[in-house]
């Protein structure tokens, strides 16, 4: 079945970086549009950052912008490159993706695909 892999969590002290892959299982995955969400505990899931499938366009959360940059690279693999890192950055960080377009980026449900998530903390 087709899946989506998030990798490159972990433990960051505020100010350092780090940097998420998703990688996708089929190759179709290189003609969606994919974002990244996240979710803290007791809060809801919330918009970071979304590409386009040709890395044309991308669009971000407002928490995040200046701080979080989104690509995509020939391997058909989509990054998030977190610089400043905060404390309040500190989430469960999902790999999503559509096959269709929508004029909103930010709404969870109109993602068709996901993965399982990967642990980002932040400590001050």
């Known amino acids: 079945q087709v899946q989506l892999v998030e990798s490159g969590g972990g433990l960051v002290q505020a100010g350092g970086s780090l940097r998420l892959s998703c990688a996708a299982s089929?190759?179709?995955?290189?003609?969606?549009?994919m974002a990244w969400f996240r979710q803290a505990p007791g809060k809801e899931r919330e918009f970071v950052s979304a590409?386009?499938?040709?890395?044309?366009?991308t669009n971000y959360g407002n928490t995040v912008k200046g701080r979080f940059t989104t690509s995509r690279d020939n391997a058909k693999r989509m990054y998030l490159q977190m610089n400043s890192l905060k404390p309040e950055d500190t989430a469960v960080y999902y790999c999503?993706?559509?096959?269709?377009?929508?004029?909103?980026?930010?709404?969870?449900?109109?993602?068709?695909?996901w993965g399982q998530g990967t642990q980002v903390t932040v400590s001050s």
């Open positions: 089929a190759r179709t995955f290189s003609e969606y549009i």
């Open positions: 999503a993706a559509r096959a269709y377009y929508y004029n909103n980026y930010e709404r969870p449900e109109l993602y068709q695909y």
């Open positions: 590409i386009t499938g040709r890395g044309g366009t």
